[in-house]
């Protein structure tokens, strides 16, 4: 029978043995870390030049992108050493900050979505008093507040915890990650991170949604209207898809949280679920990128426009950069055309 010892923030199970070995699950860790890391810095870099998104849904993105992007390199690419080396080698002080990044990067990538919703919501129900109500700088202190709520909110255990250490490193998981030692804790942080924010964004969308309706049906598919309405609800159907696609993810990690708080008799999981439920929910913070590859045209044009400055060793795009690899390209699909005509 096998002993459980609890060493600070660490938990180590004697005769433990993952039902993975090592060289698959570093690898699965390891292609979630890089995945993360790269579509986010991508996504990061391709938002700030696409200025076809307007700027106050585009800087909430960029806030989306950002927390994704401390996912994976403050929870994801730490969790490689764990994974080959079968115990946690950085201490407990790296072991609180990396939970409680995680918590705070993971609350802030939902509310940036549910503040698009939010925005969208002004922007298409009421049209005529968007400019008064949501203004940069109130947008930006809501940014603000996001993380420093977020930072408190997950921090809130460790003045109840053994030592101030109340993250610890949960080895089916191979990461120091969210965990919900205090009930009240749980209900906490499962309230404000995933119902409040589903449902906020339900409404918001669901009435955006039924005024495009209205809209479409009063003729606004002309001229202007028409553009404005199609570009409308392509940013409705992108906050529907990253919505469920965020939920579905982390829908059965929470599904298990609550399951083991509130039911008298939880049942056992084998060691391989509780890895696939957290590396699942750790999945969903490269998928962004891929929702706004697929829905939006402008966004594939500049994400080939700043992989090809990062080939040749430009970090900050400008606008000079943007143009002169545009016509590069241009210059080489019309090319052959042209030979051709001449011929």
Not at 98 to 107: D, F, L, Q, Y
Not at 110 to 137: M, P
Request: net charge positive; glycine share 4%; charged share 15%.
């Amino acid at each position: 029978m096998s002993k459980l010892n609890l060493t600070n923030s660490t938990i180590v199970e004697d005769d433990f043995e993952h039902p993975l070995s090592v060289i698959p699950r570093t690898a699965l860790i390891g292609t979630i870390g890089i995945l993360t890391v790269f579509s986010n810095s991508l996504g990061i870099s391709v938002l700030r030049i696409t200025t076809e998104i307007p700027y106050i849904p585009r800087i909430c993105l960029i806030n989306l992108g950002v927390a994704d992007l401390l996912v994976g390199i403050i929870a994801c690419l730490p969790s490689l050493a764990p994974s080959i080396l079968d115990k946690w080698p950085y201490g407990d002080i790296w072991c609180q900050i990396s939970g409680i990044s995680h918590g705070v990067s993971i609350t802030v990538s939902i509310w940036s979505i549910l503040l698009v919703s939010i925005d969208r919501y002004f922007a298409i129900v009421h049209a005529l008093r968007y400019r008064q109500i949501v203004t940069i700088k109130r947008i930006k202190i809501i940014l603000a507040c996001m993380w420093t709520v977020g930072t408190l909110s997950y921090s809130l255990p460790l003045p109840f915890a053994h030592k101030f250490l109340y993250y610890r490193y949960i080895r089916e998981e191979y990461m120091c990650s969210i965990h919900f030692d205090f009930l009240w804790f749980c209900i906490f942080t499962a309230v404000y991170m995933p119902i409040f924010s589903n449902t906020g964004i339900f409404i918001t969308t669901f009435r955006s949604v039924m005024k495009l309706r209205q809209t479409k049906k009063l003729g606004g598919e002309s001229s202007v209207h028409g553009a404005s309405l199609k570009k409308n609800m392509k940013a409705v159907k992108m906050l529907v898809i990253t919505a469920i696609t965020f939920f579905m993810f982390w829908c059965p990690y929470i599904f298990n949280v609550f399951i083991n708080k509130f039911s008298p008799n939880p049942p056992s999981l084998p060691p391989i679920v509780p890895f696939i439920m957290v590396w699942l929910a750790n999945s969903n913070s490269f998928v962004n990128v891929i929702i706004y590859l697929i829905l939006y045209p402008h966004f594939r044009k500049n994400a080939l426009i700043v992989l090809i400055s990062f080939s040749k060793g430009r970090c900050c795009i400008k606008k000079s950069d943007k143009k002169e690899i545009l016509n590069n390209i241009s210059s080489k699909v019309s090319g052959p055309q042209t030979s051709e005509s001449m011929n």
